[in-house]
């Protein structure tokens, strides 16, 4: 089983068998919600994201990362050993879905 970090929208069921696809694997999927406070420093707000979630502990496999390329970076700075999962919008209404892996 692998582990995903997602602190990005929540991933719709679609979104999940595709990444299950992509990764041949089953996934344990953590949802950290991100709403950032942009007159603030952002590395703080996503630590306490990760704290209130209850994973600080994890080391993900996969992280969906936030879609502020700044918070992004961050992201993948606390974790630089996860891939990164990207994110396209399909269809309209636009839905979300796993494109790549990185």
Same mark, same amino acid.
């Given at each position: 089983?692998?582990?995903? &970090?997602?602190?990005?929208?929540? *991933?719709?069921? +679609?979104? =999940? @068998?595709? *990444?299950? @696809?992509?990764?041949?694997?089953?996934?344990?999927?953590? @949802? %950290?919600?991100?709403?950032?406070?942009?007159?603030?420093?952002? @590395?703080? !707000?996503? !630590?306490?994201?990760?704290?209130?979630?209850? =994973? +600080?502990? =994890?080391?993900?496999?996969?992280?969906?990362?936030?879609? &502020? /390329?700044?918070?992004? %970076?961050?992201? /993948?700075?606390?974790?630089? +050993? +996860?891939? %990164?999962?990207?994110?396209? #919008?399909?269809?309209?209404?636009? !839905?979300?879905?796993? #494109?790549?892996?990185?």
């Amino acid at each position: 089983m692998k582990t995903v &970090l997602n602190f990005s929208h929540p *991933l719709s069921h +679609a979104a =999940v @068998e595709r *990444l299950k @696809e992509m990764v041949g694997s089953d996934l344990e999927i953590h @949802e %950290i919600a991100m709403h950032f406070d942009l007159s603030k420093p952002l @590395e703080p !707000q996503i !630590q306490a994201a990760i704290h209130k979630a209850g =994973v +600080a502990k =994890v080391s993900p496999d996969y992280i969906v990362p936030p879609g &502020l /390329s700044p918070a992004a %970076i961050v992201v /993948s700075r606390i974790y630089p +050993a +996860a891939k %990164i999962v990207r994110l396209s #919008a399909h269809g309209t209404p636009p !839905q979300w879905l796993p #494109a790549e892996i990185f």
